[in-house]
Each structure stands twice: as structure tokens, then as C-alpha cells.
Nanobody
């Protein structure tokens, strides 16, 4: 299983970014997909997860600003990030979890930097 994340970059506060993650080597339909982030000196934290077909869970700090979606046909999960704040600056990691086995996979991480 491989996860490839795309879309990080530098944006001003109040702006938007869209992250995408493509999974290969697995059929994602019955998996939990999501995004986590880790800021310098901080622990990795939940951003959002999504189960098939569309049950979502968001971290408190991103509720109302970020939207997660998935396309099982394309084996992708996407994170639309709006109203970005400097405190959203972090490396964002794509995650795929197999609920029945507990197997957990991570992408390589993509850096999001929000300037004030």
C-alpha cells in the first residue's frame, strides 16, 4: 500500500489550499481515510477522517473551515482547507486505516505554511 499526497504549499492567512492523496495497492472502499498534521514540536493530531460512504470526523480546530471528501473509484481522499490560519501550519499526513485488521498506513507528508 502506498499513499501519495499532493497540494501543500505557502498561502496567506485567510486563503485556501486543497490537499489530495492517492492510494495504490489497495481497494479503499472499506477503509477509513483521513488527514493528520504535525506542527514543529507538537504531537501529530487529527485533522479529519472519512468512512465510506461519507461519515466524517473533524478535529475541533478545523471544524467549519476544512472539508474532507473521498472518491472510492479513484482511490483518493481530498482535504479542502478554507480560512486558513497561521496555526494551521504543519506537515499534513494522509492516512489509511483498515478497521477489521487494524493496519495503518501513512503518506509521506506535505508541508502547509500559512503566513500572517
Amino acid at each position: 500500500v502506498q499513499l501519495q499526497a499532493f497540494g501543500g504549499g505557502l498561502v496567506q492567512a485567510g486563503g485556501s489550499l486543497r490537499l489530495s492523496c492517492a492510494a495504490s495497492g489497495i481497494v479503499v472502499r472499506y477503509t477509513l481515510m483521513g488527514w493528520y498534521r504535525q506542527a514543529p514540536g507538537e504531537q501529530r493530531e487529527l485533522v479529519a477522517t472519512i468512512a465510506t460512504p461519507s461519515t466524517t470526523n473533524y478535529g475541533d480546530s478545523v471544524k467549519g473551515r476544512f472539508t474532507i471528501s473521498r472518491d472510492n473509484a479513484k482511490n483518493t481522499v481530498t482535504l479542502q482547507m478554507n480560512s486558513l490560519k497561521p496555526e494551521d501550519t504543519a506537515v499534513y499526513y494522509c492516512n489509511l486505516n483498515l478497521p477489521y485488521s487494524g493496519s495503518n498506513y501513512w503518506g509521506q507528508g506535505t508541508l502547509v505554511t500559512v503566513s500572517s
